[in-house]
């Protein structure tokens, strides 16, 4: 247990993450670390279940005022239409949306583009509605959720989703979302207090991010990189996955986006890291040069000298002369 928390604190400190403020009412952790934290949850448990897993400990209060919003609302058409105007207060990378067609309600989610693209959080997002659901109705049958779709193909896991949806999972559908018969969505929730829904929509609107500010893909390729040089020395196929693409297209993005290239990207994030240890820090130059991606003291060295055309320690001396 103390092991891993050692590397809860780690990657806390990596994203400039102080432990207390996770206590805050409105504390939020960025896209990366939730992603990295449930990729190594998975590898911990040795499942990829890990969002529906997480799912089956869910309690009320777990995800702040969002859950005591949505177990107060009228009705099932009232919940689809407050969880997808609030969605951000569970991740402001999401998005839902409604759309209705030949008697049926499809209540509909994605990423943002600009987030790394993962189905663990469409799955944990559209399974928490469904519990929620489940529980407003005593955890009989959902009057009107018919079947749930994800665009993702079927996974090794595929058996366990059930337990969360209890009802039909159709995969490889071309889109995420969970499907209602139209004419039951005035069904009345058991749950439902109209004055306090009243007074915590008014407190959920404070608590709603103002204005969600966009990521470049250059931007996201640059934090991603920056973090998996301590792991895996910034490998281009690491980063991509992370970002949810192929090496290949990841390639593509940035040329075509930015004109730019991944191993530019990189060369110059351990530029910085080595600039920065070498200017401000006690540690040894070697210790640097692993901090910078290298694996070998020549490679630094060499790299050192292309980027400054000094080495590391005249570098160091020059700078402490200033």
Not at 23 to 45: G, K, M, Q
Not at 121 to 150: C, M, S
Not at 205 to 212: C, H, K, S
């Amino acid at each position: 247990m103390e092991d891993r928390n050692r590397t809860l604190r780690a990657l806390l400190a990596r994203y400039d993450i102080a432990e207390e403020a996770l206590a805050a009412e409105n504390a939020r952790v960025p896209h990366d670390l939730s992603l990295e934290i449930l990729e190594r949850s998975a590898w911990l448990l040795g499942t990829n279940a890990v969002a529906l897993r997480a799912l089956s400990y869910w309690r009320m209060g777990d995800h702040g005022i969002g859950d005591y919003l949505n177990a107060t609302c009228a009705n099932v058409g009232d919940l689809i239409d407050t969880v997808t105007k609030h969605v951000s207060l569970l991740h402001d990378g999401l998005a839902l949306s409604t759309r209705t067609e030949d008697g049926l309600t499809f209540l509909t989610c994605e990423l943002h583009a600009d987030v790394a693209q993962h189905h663990w959080f469409i799955e944990g997002t559209l399974g928490k509605i469904v519990i929620e659901l489940r529980h407003a109705f005593g955890e009989t049958r959902v009057p009107g959720l018919l079947r749930v779709h994800f665009a993702h193909a079927a996974p090794s896991y595929e058996r366990e989703y059930s337990a969360t949806f209890g009802i039909p999972v159709e995969f490889s559908q071309g889109e995420n979302a969970l499907v209602f018969q139209s004419g039951n969505l005035e069904t009345p929730f058991p749950t439902a207090d109209p004055v306090l829904h009243a007074l915590l929509l008014r407190q959920a609107a404070t608590l709603l991010p103002t204005r969600r500010v966009s990521r470049s893909l250059i931007d996201r390729v640059k934090t991603v990189a920056r973090e998996e040089l301590s792991t895996s020395f910034g490998d281009q196929s690491r980063v991509a996955k992370r970002l949810g693409m192929s090496s290949a297209t990841l390639r593509r993005k940035l040329e075509q986006e930015h004109n730019a290239r991944y191993t530019n990207i990189l060369s110059d994030i351990r530029k910085d890291i080595a600039v920065q240890c070498l200017s401000a820090s006690a540690l040894t130059i070697d210790e640097i040069g692993r901090r910078a991606g290298f694996s070998q003291k020549t490679a630094f060295y060499r790299a050192f000298k292309r980027w400054l055309g000094c080495t590391p320690a005249e570098y160091r001396h020059a700078s402490r002369v200033r």
